[in-house]
């Protein structure tokens, strides 16, 4: 399995992202897809994740109303749409996958930088 995150940048505090994260290698169908971020200085903390139909999707508190994670499974991808961004959202961003009866997100990309700035 091999994962693809983007579409990070520089945005004002208020603006809103969304992050991409393309799936290869086995059948994305059958795997639940998180987002995890790492902020300079901290531990690597959950943000949100997905499960593989689509239907079931939890949030870390912090980002509960501002972001929305979703999936399309024709296309392989997972977003991350992010509105109200916090200069406290600034990070790292990663994608991982586990197996949807898997324990652990074994599968992870290489993430996209998140830079919100007052």
């Known amino acids: 399995v091999q994962l693809q995150a983007c579409g990070g940048g520089s945005v004002q505090v208020g603006g809103s992202l969304r992050l991409s994260c393309a799936f290869r290698g086995r059948t994305f169908s059958s795997y639940t897809v998180g987002w995890f971020r790492q902020a300079p200085g901290k531990e690597r903390e959950f943000v949100a994740d997905?499960?593989?139909?689509?239907?079931?999707?939890d949030y870390a508190d912090s980002v509960k109303g501002r972001f929305t994670v979703s999936r399309d499974n024709a296309k392989n991808t997972v977003y991350l749409k992010m509105n109200s961004l916090k200069v406290e959202d600034t990070a790292v961003y990663y994608c991982?996958?586990?197996?949807?009866?898997?324990?652990?997100?074994?599968?992870w990309g290489q993430g996209t930088l998140v830079n919100v700035s007052s």
């Open positions: 997905i499960s593989r139909t689509g239907g079931t999707s």
């Open positions: 991982a996958a586990r197996p949807w009866d898997g324990p652990s997100f074994d599968y």
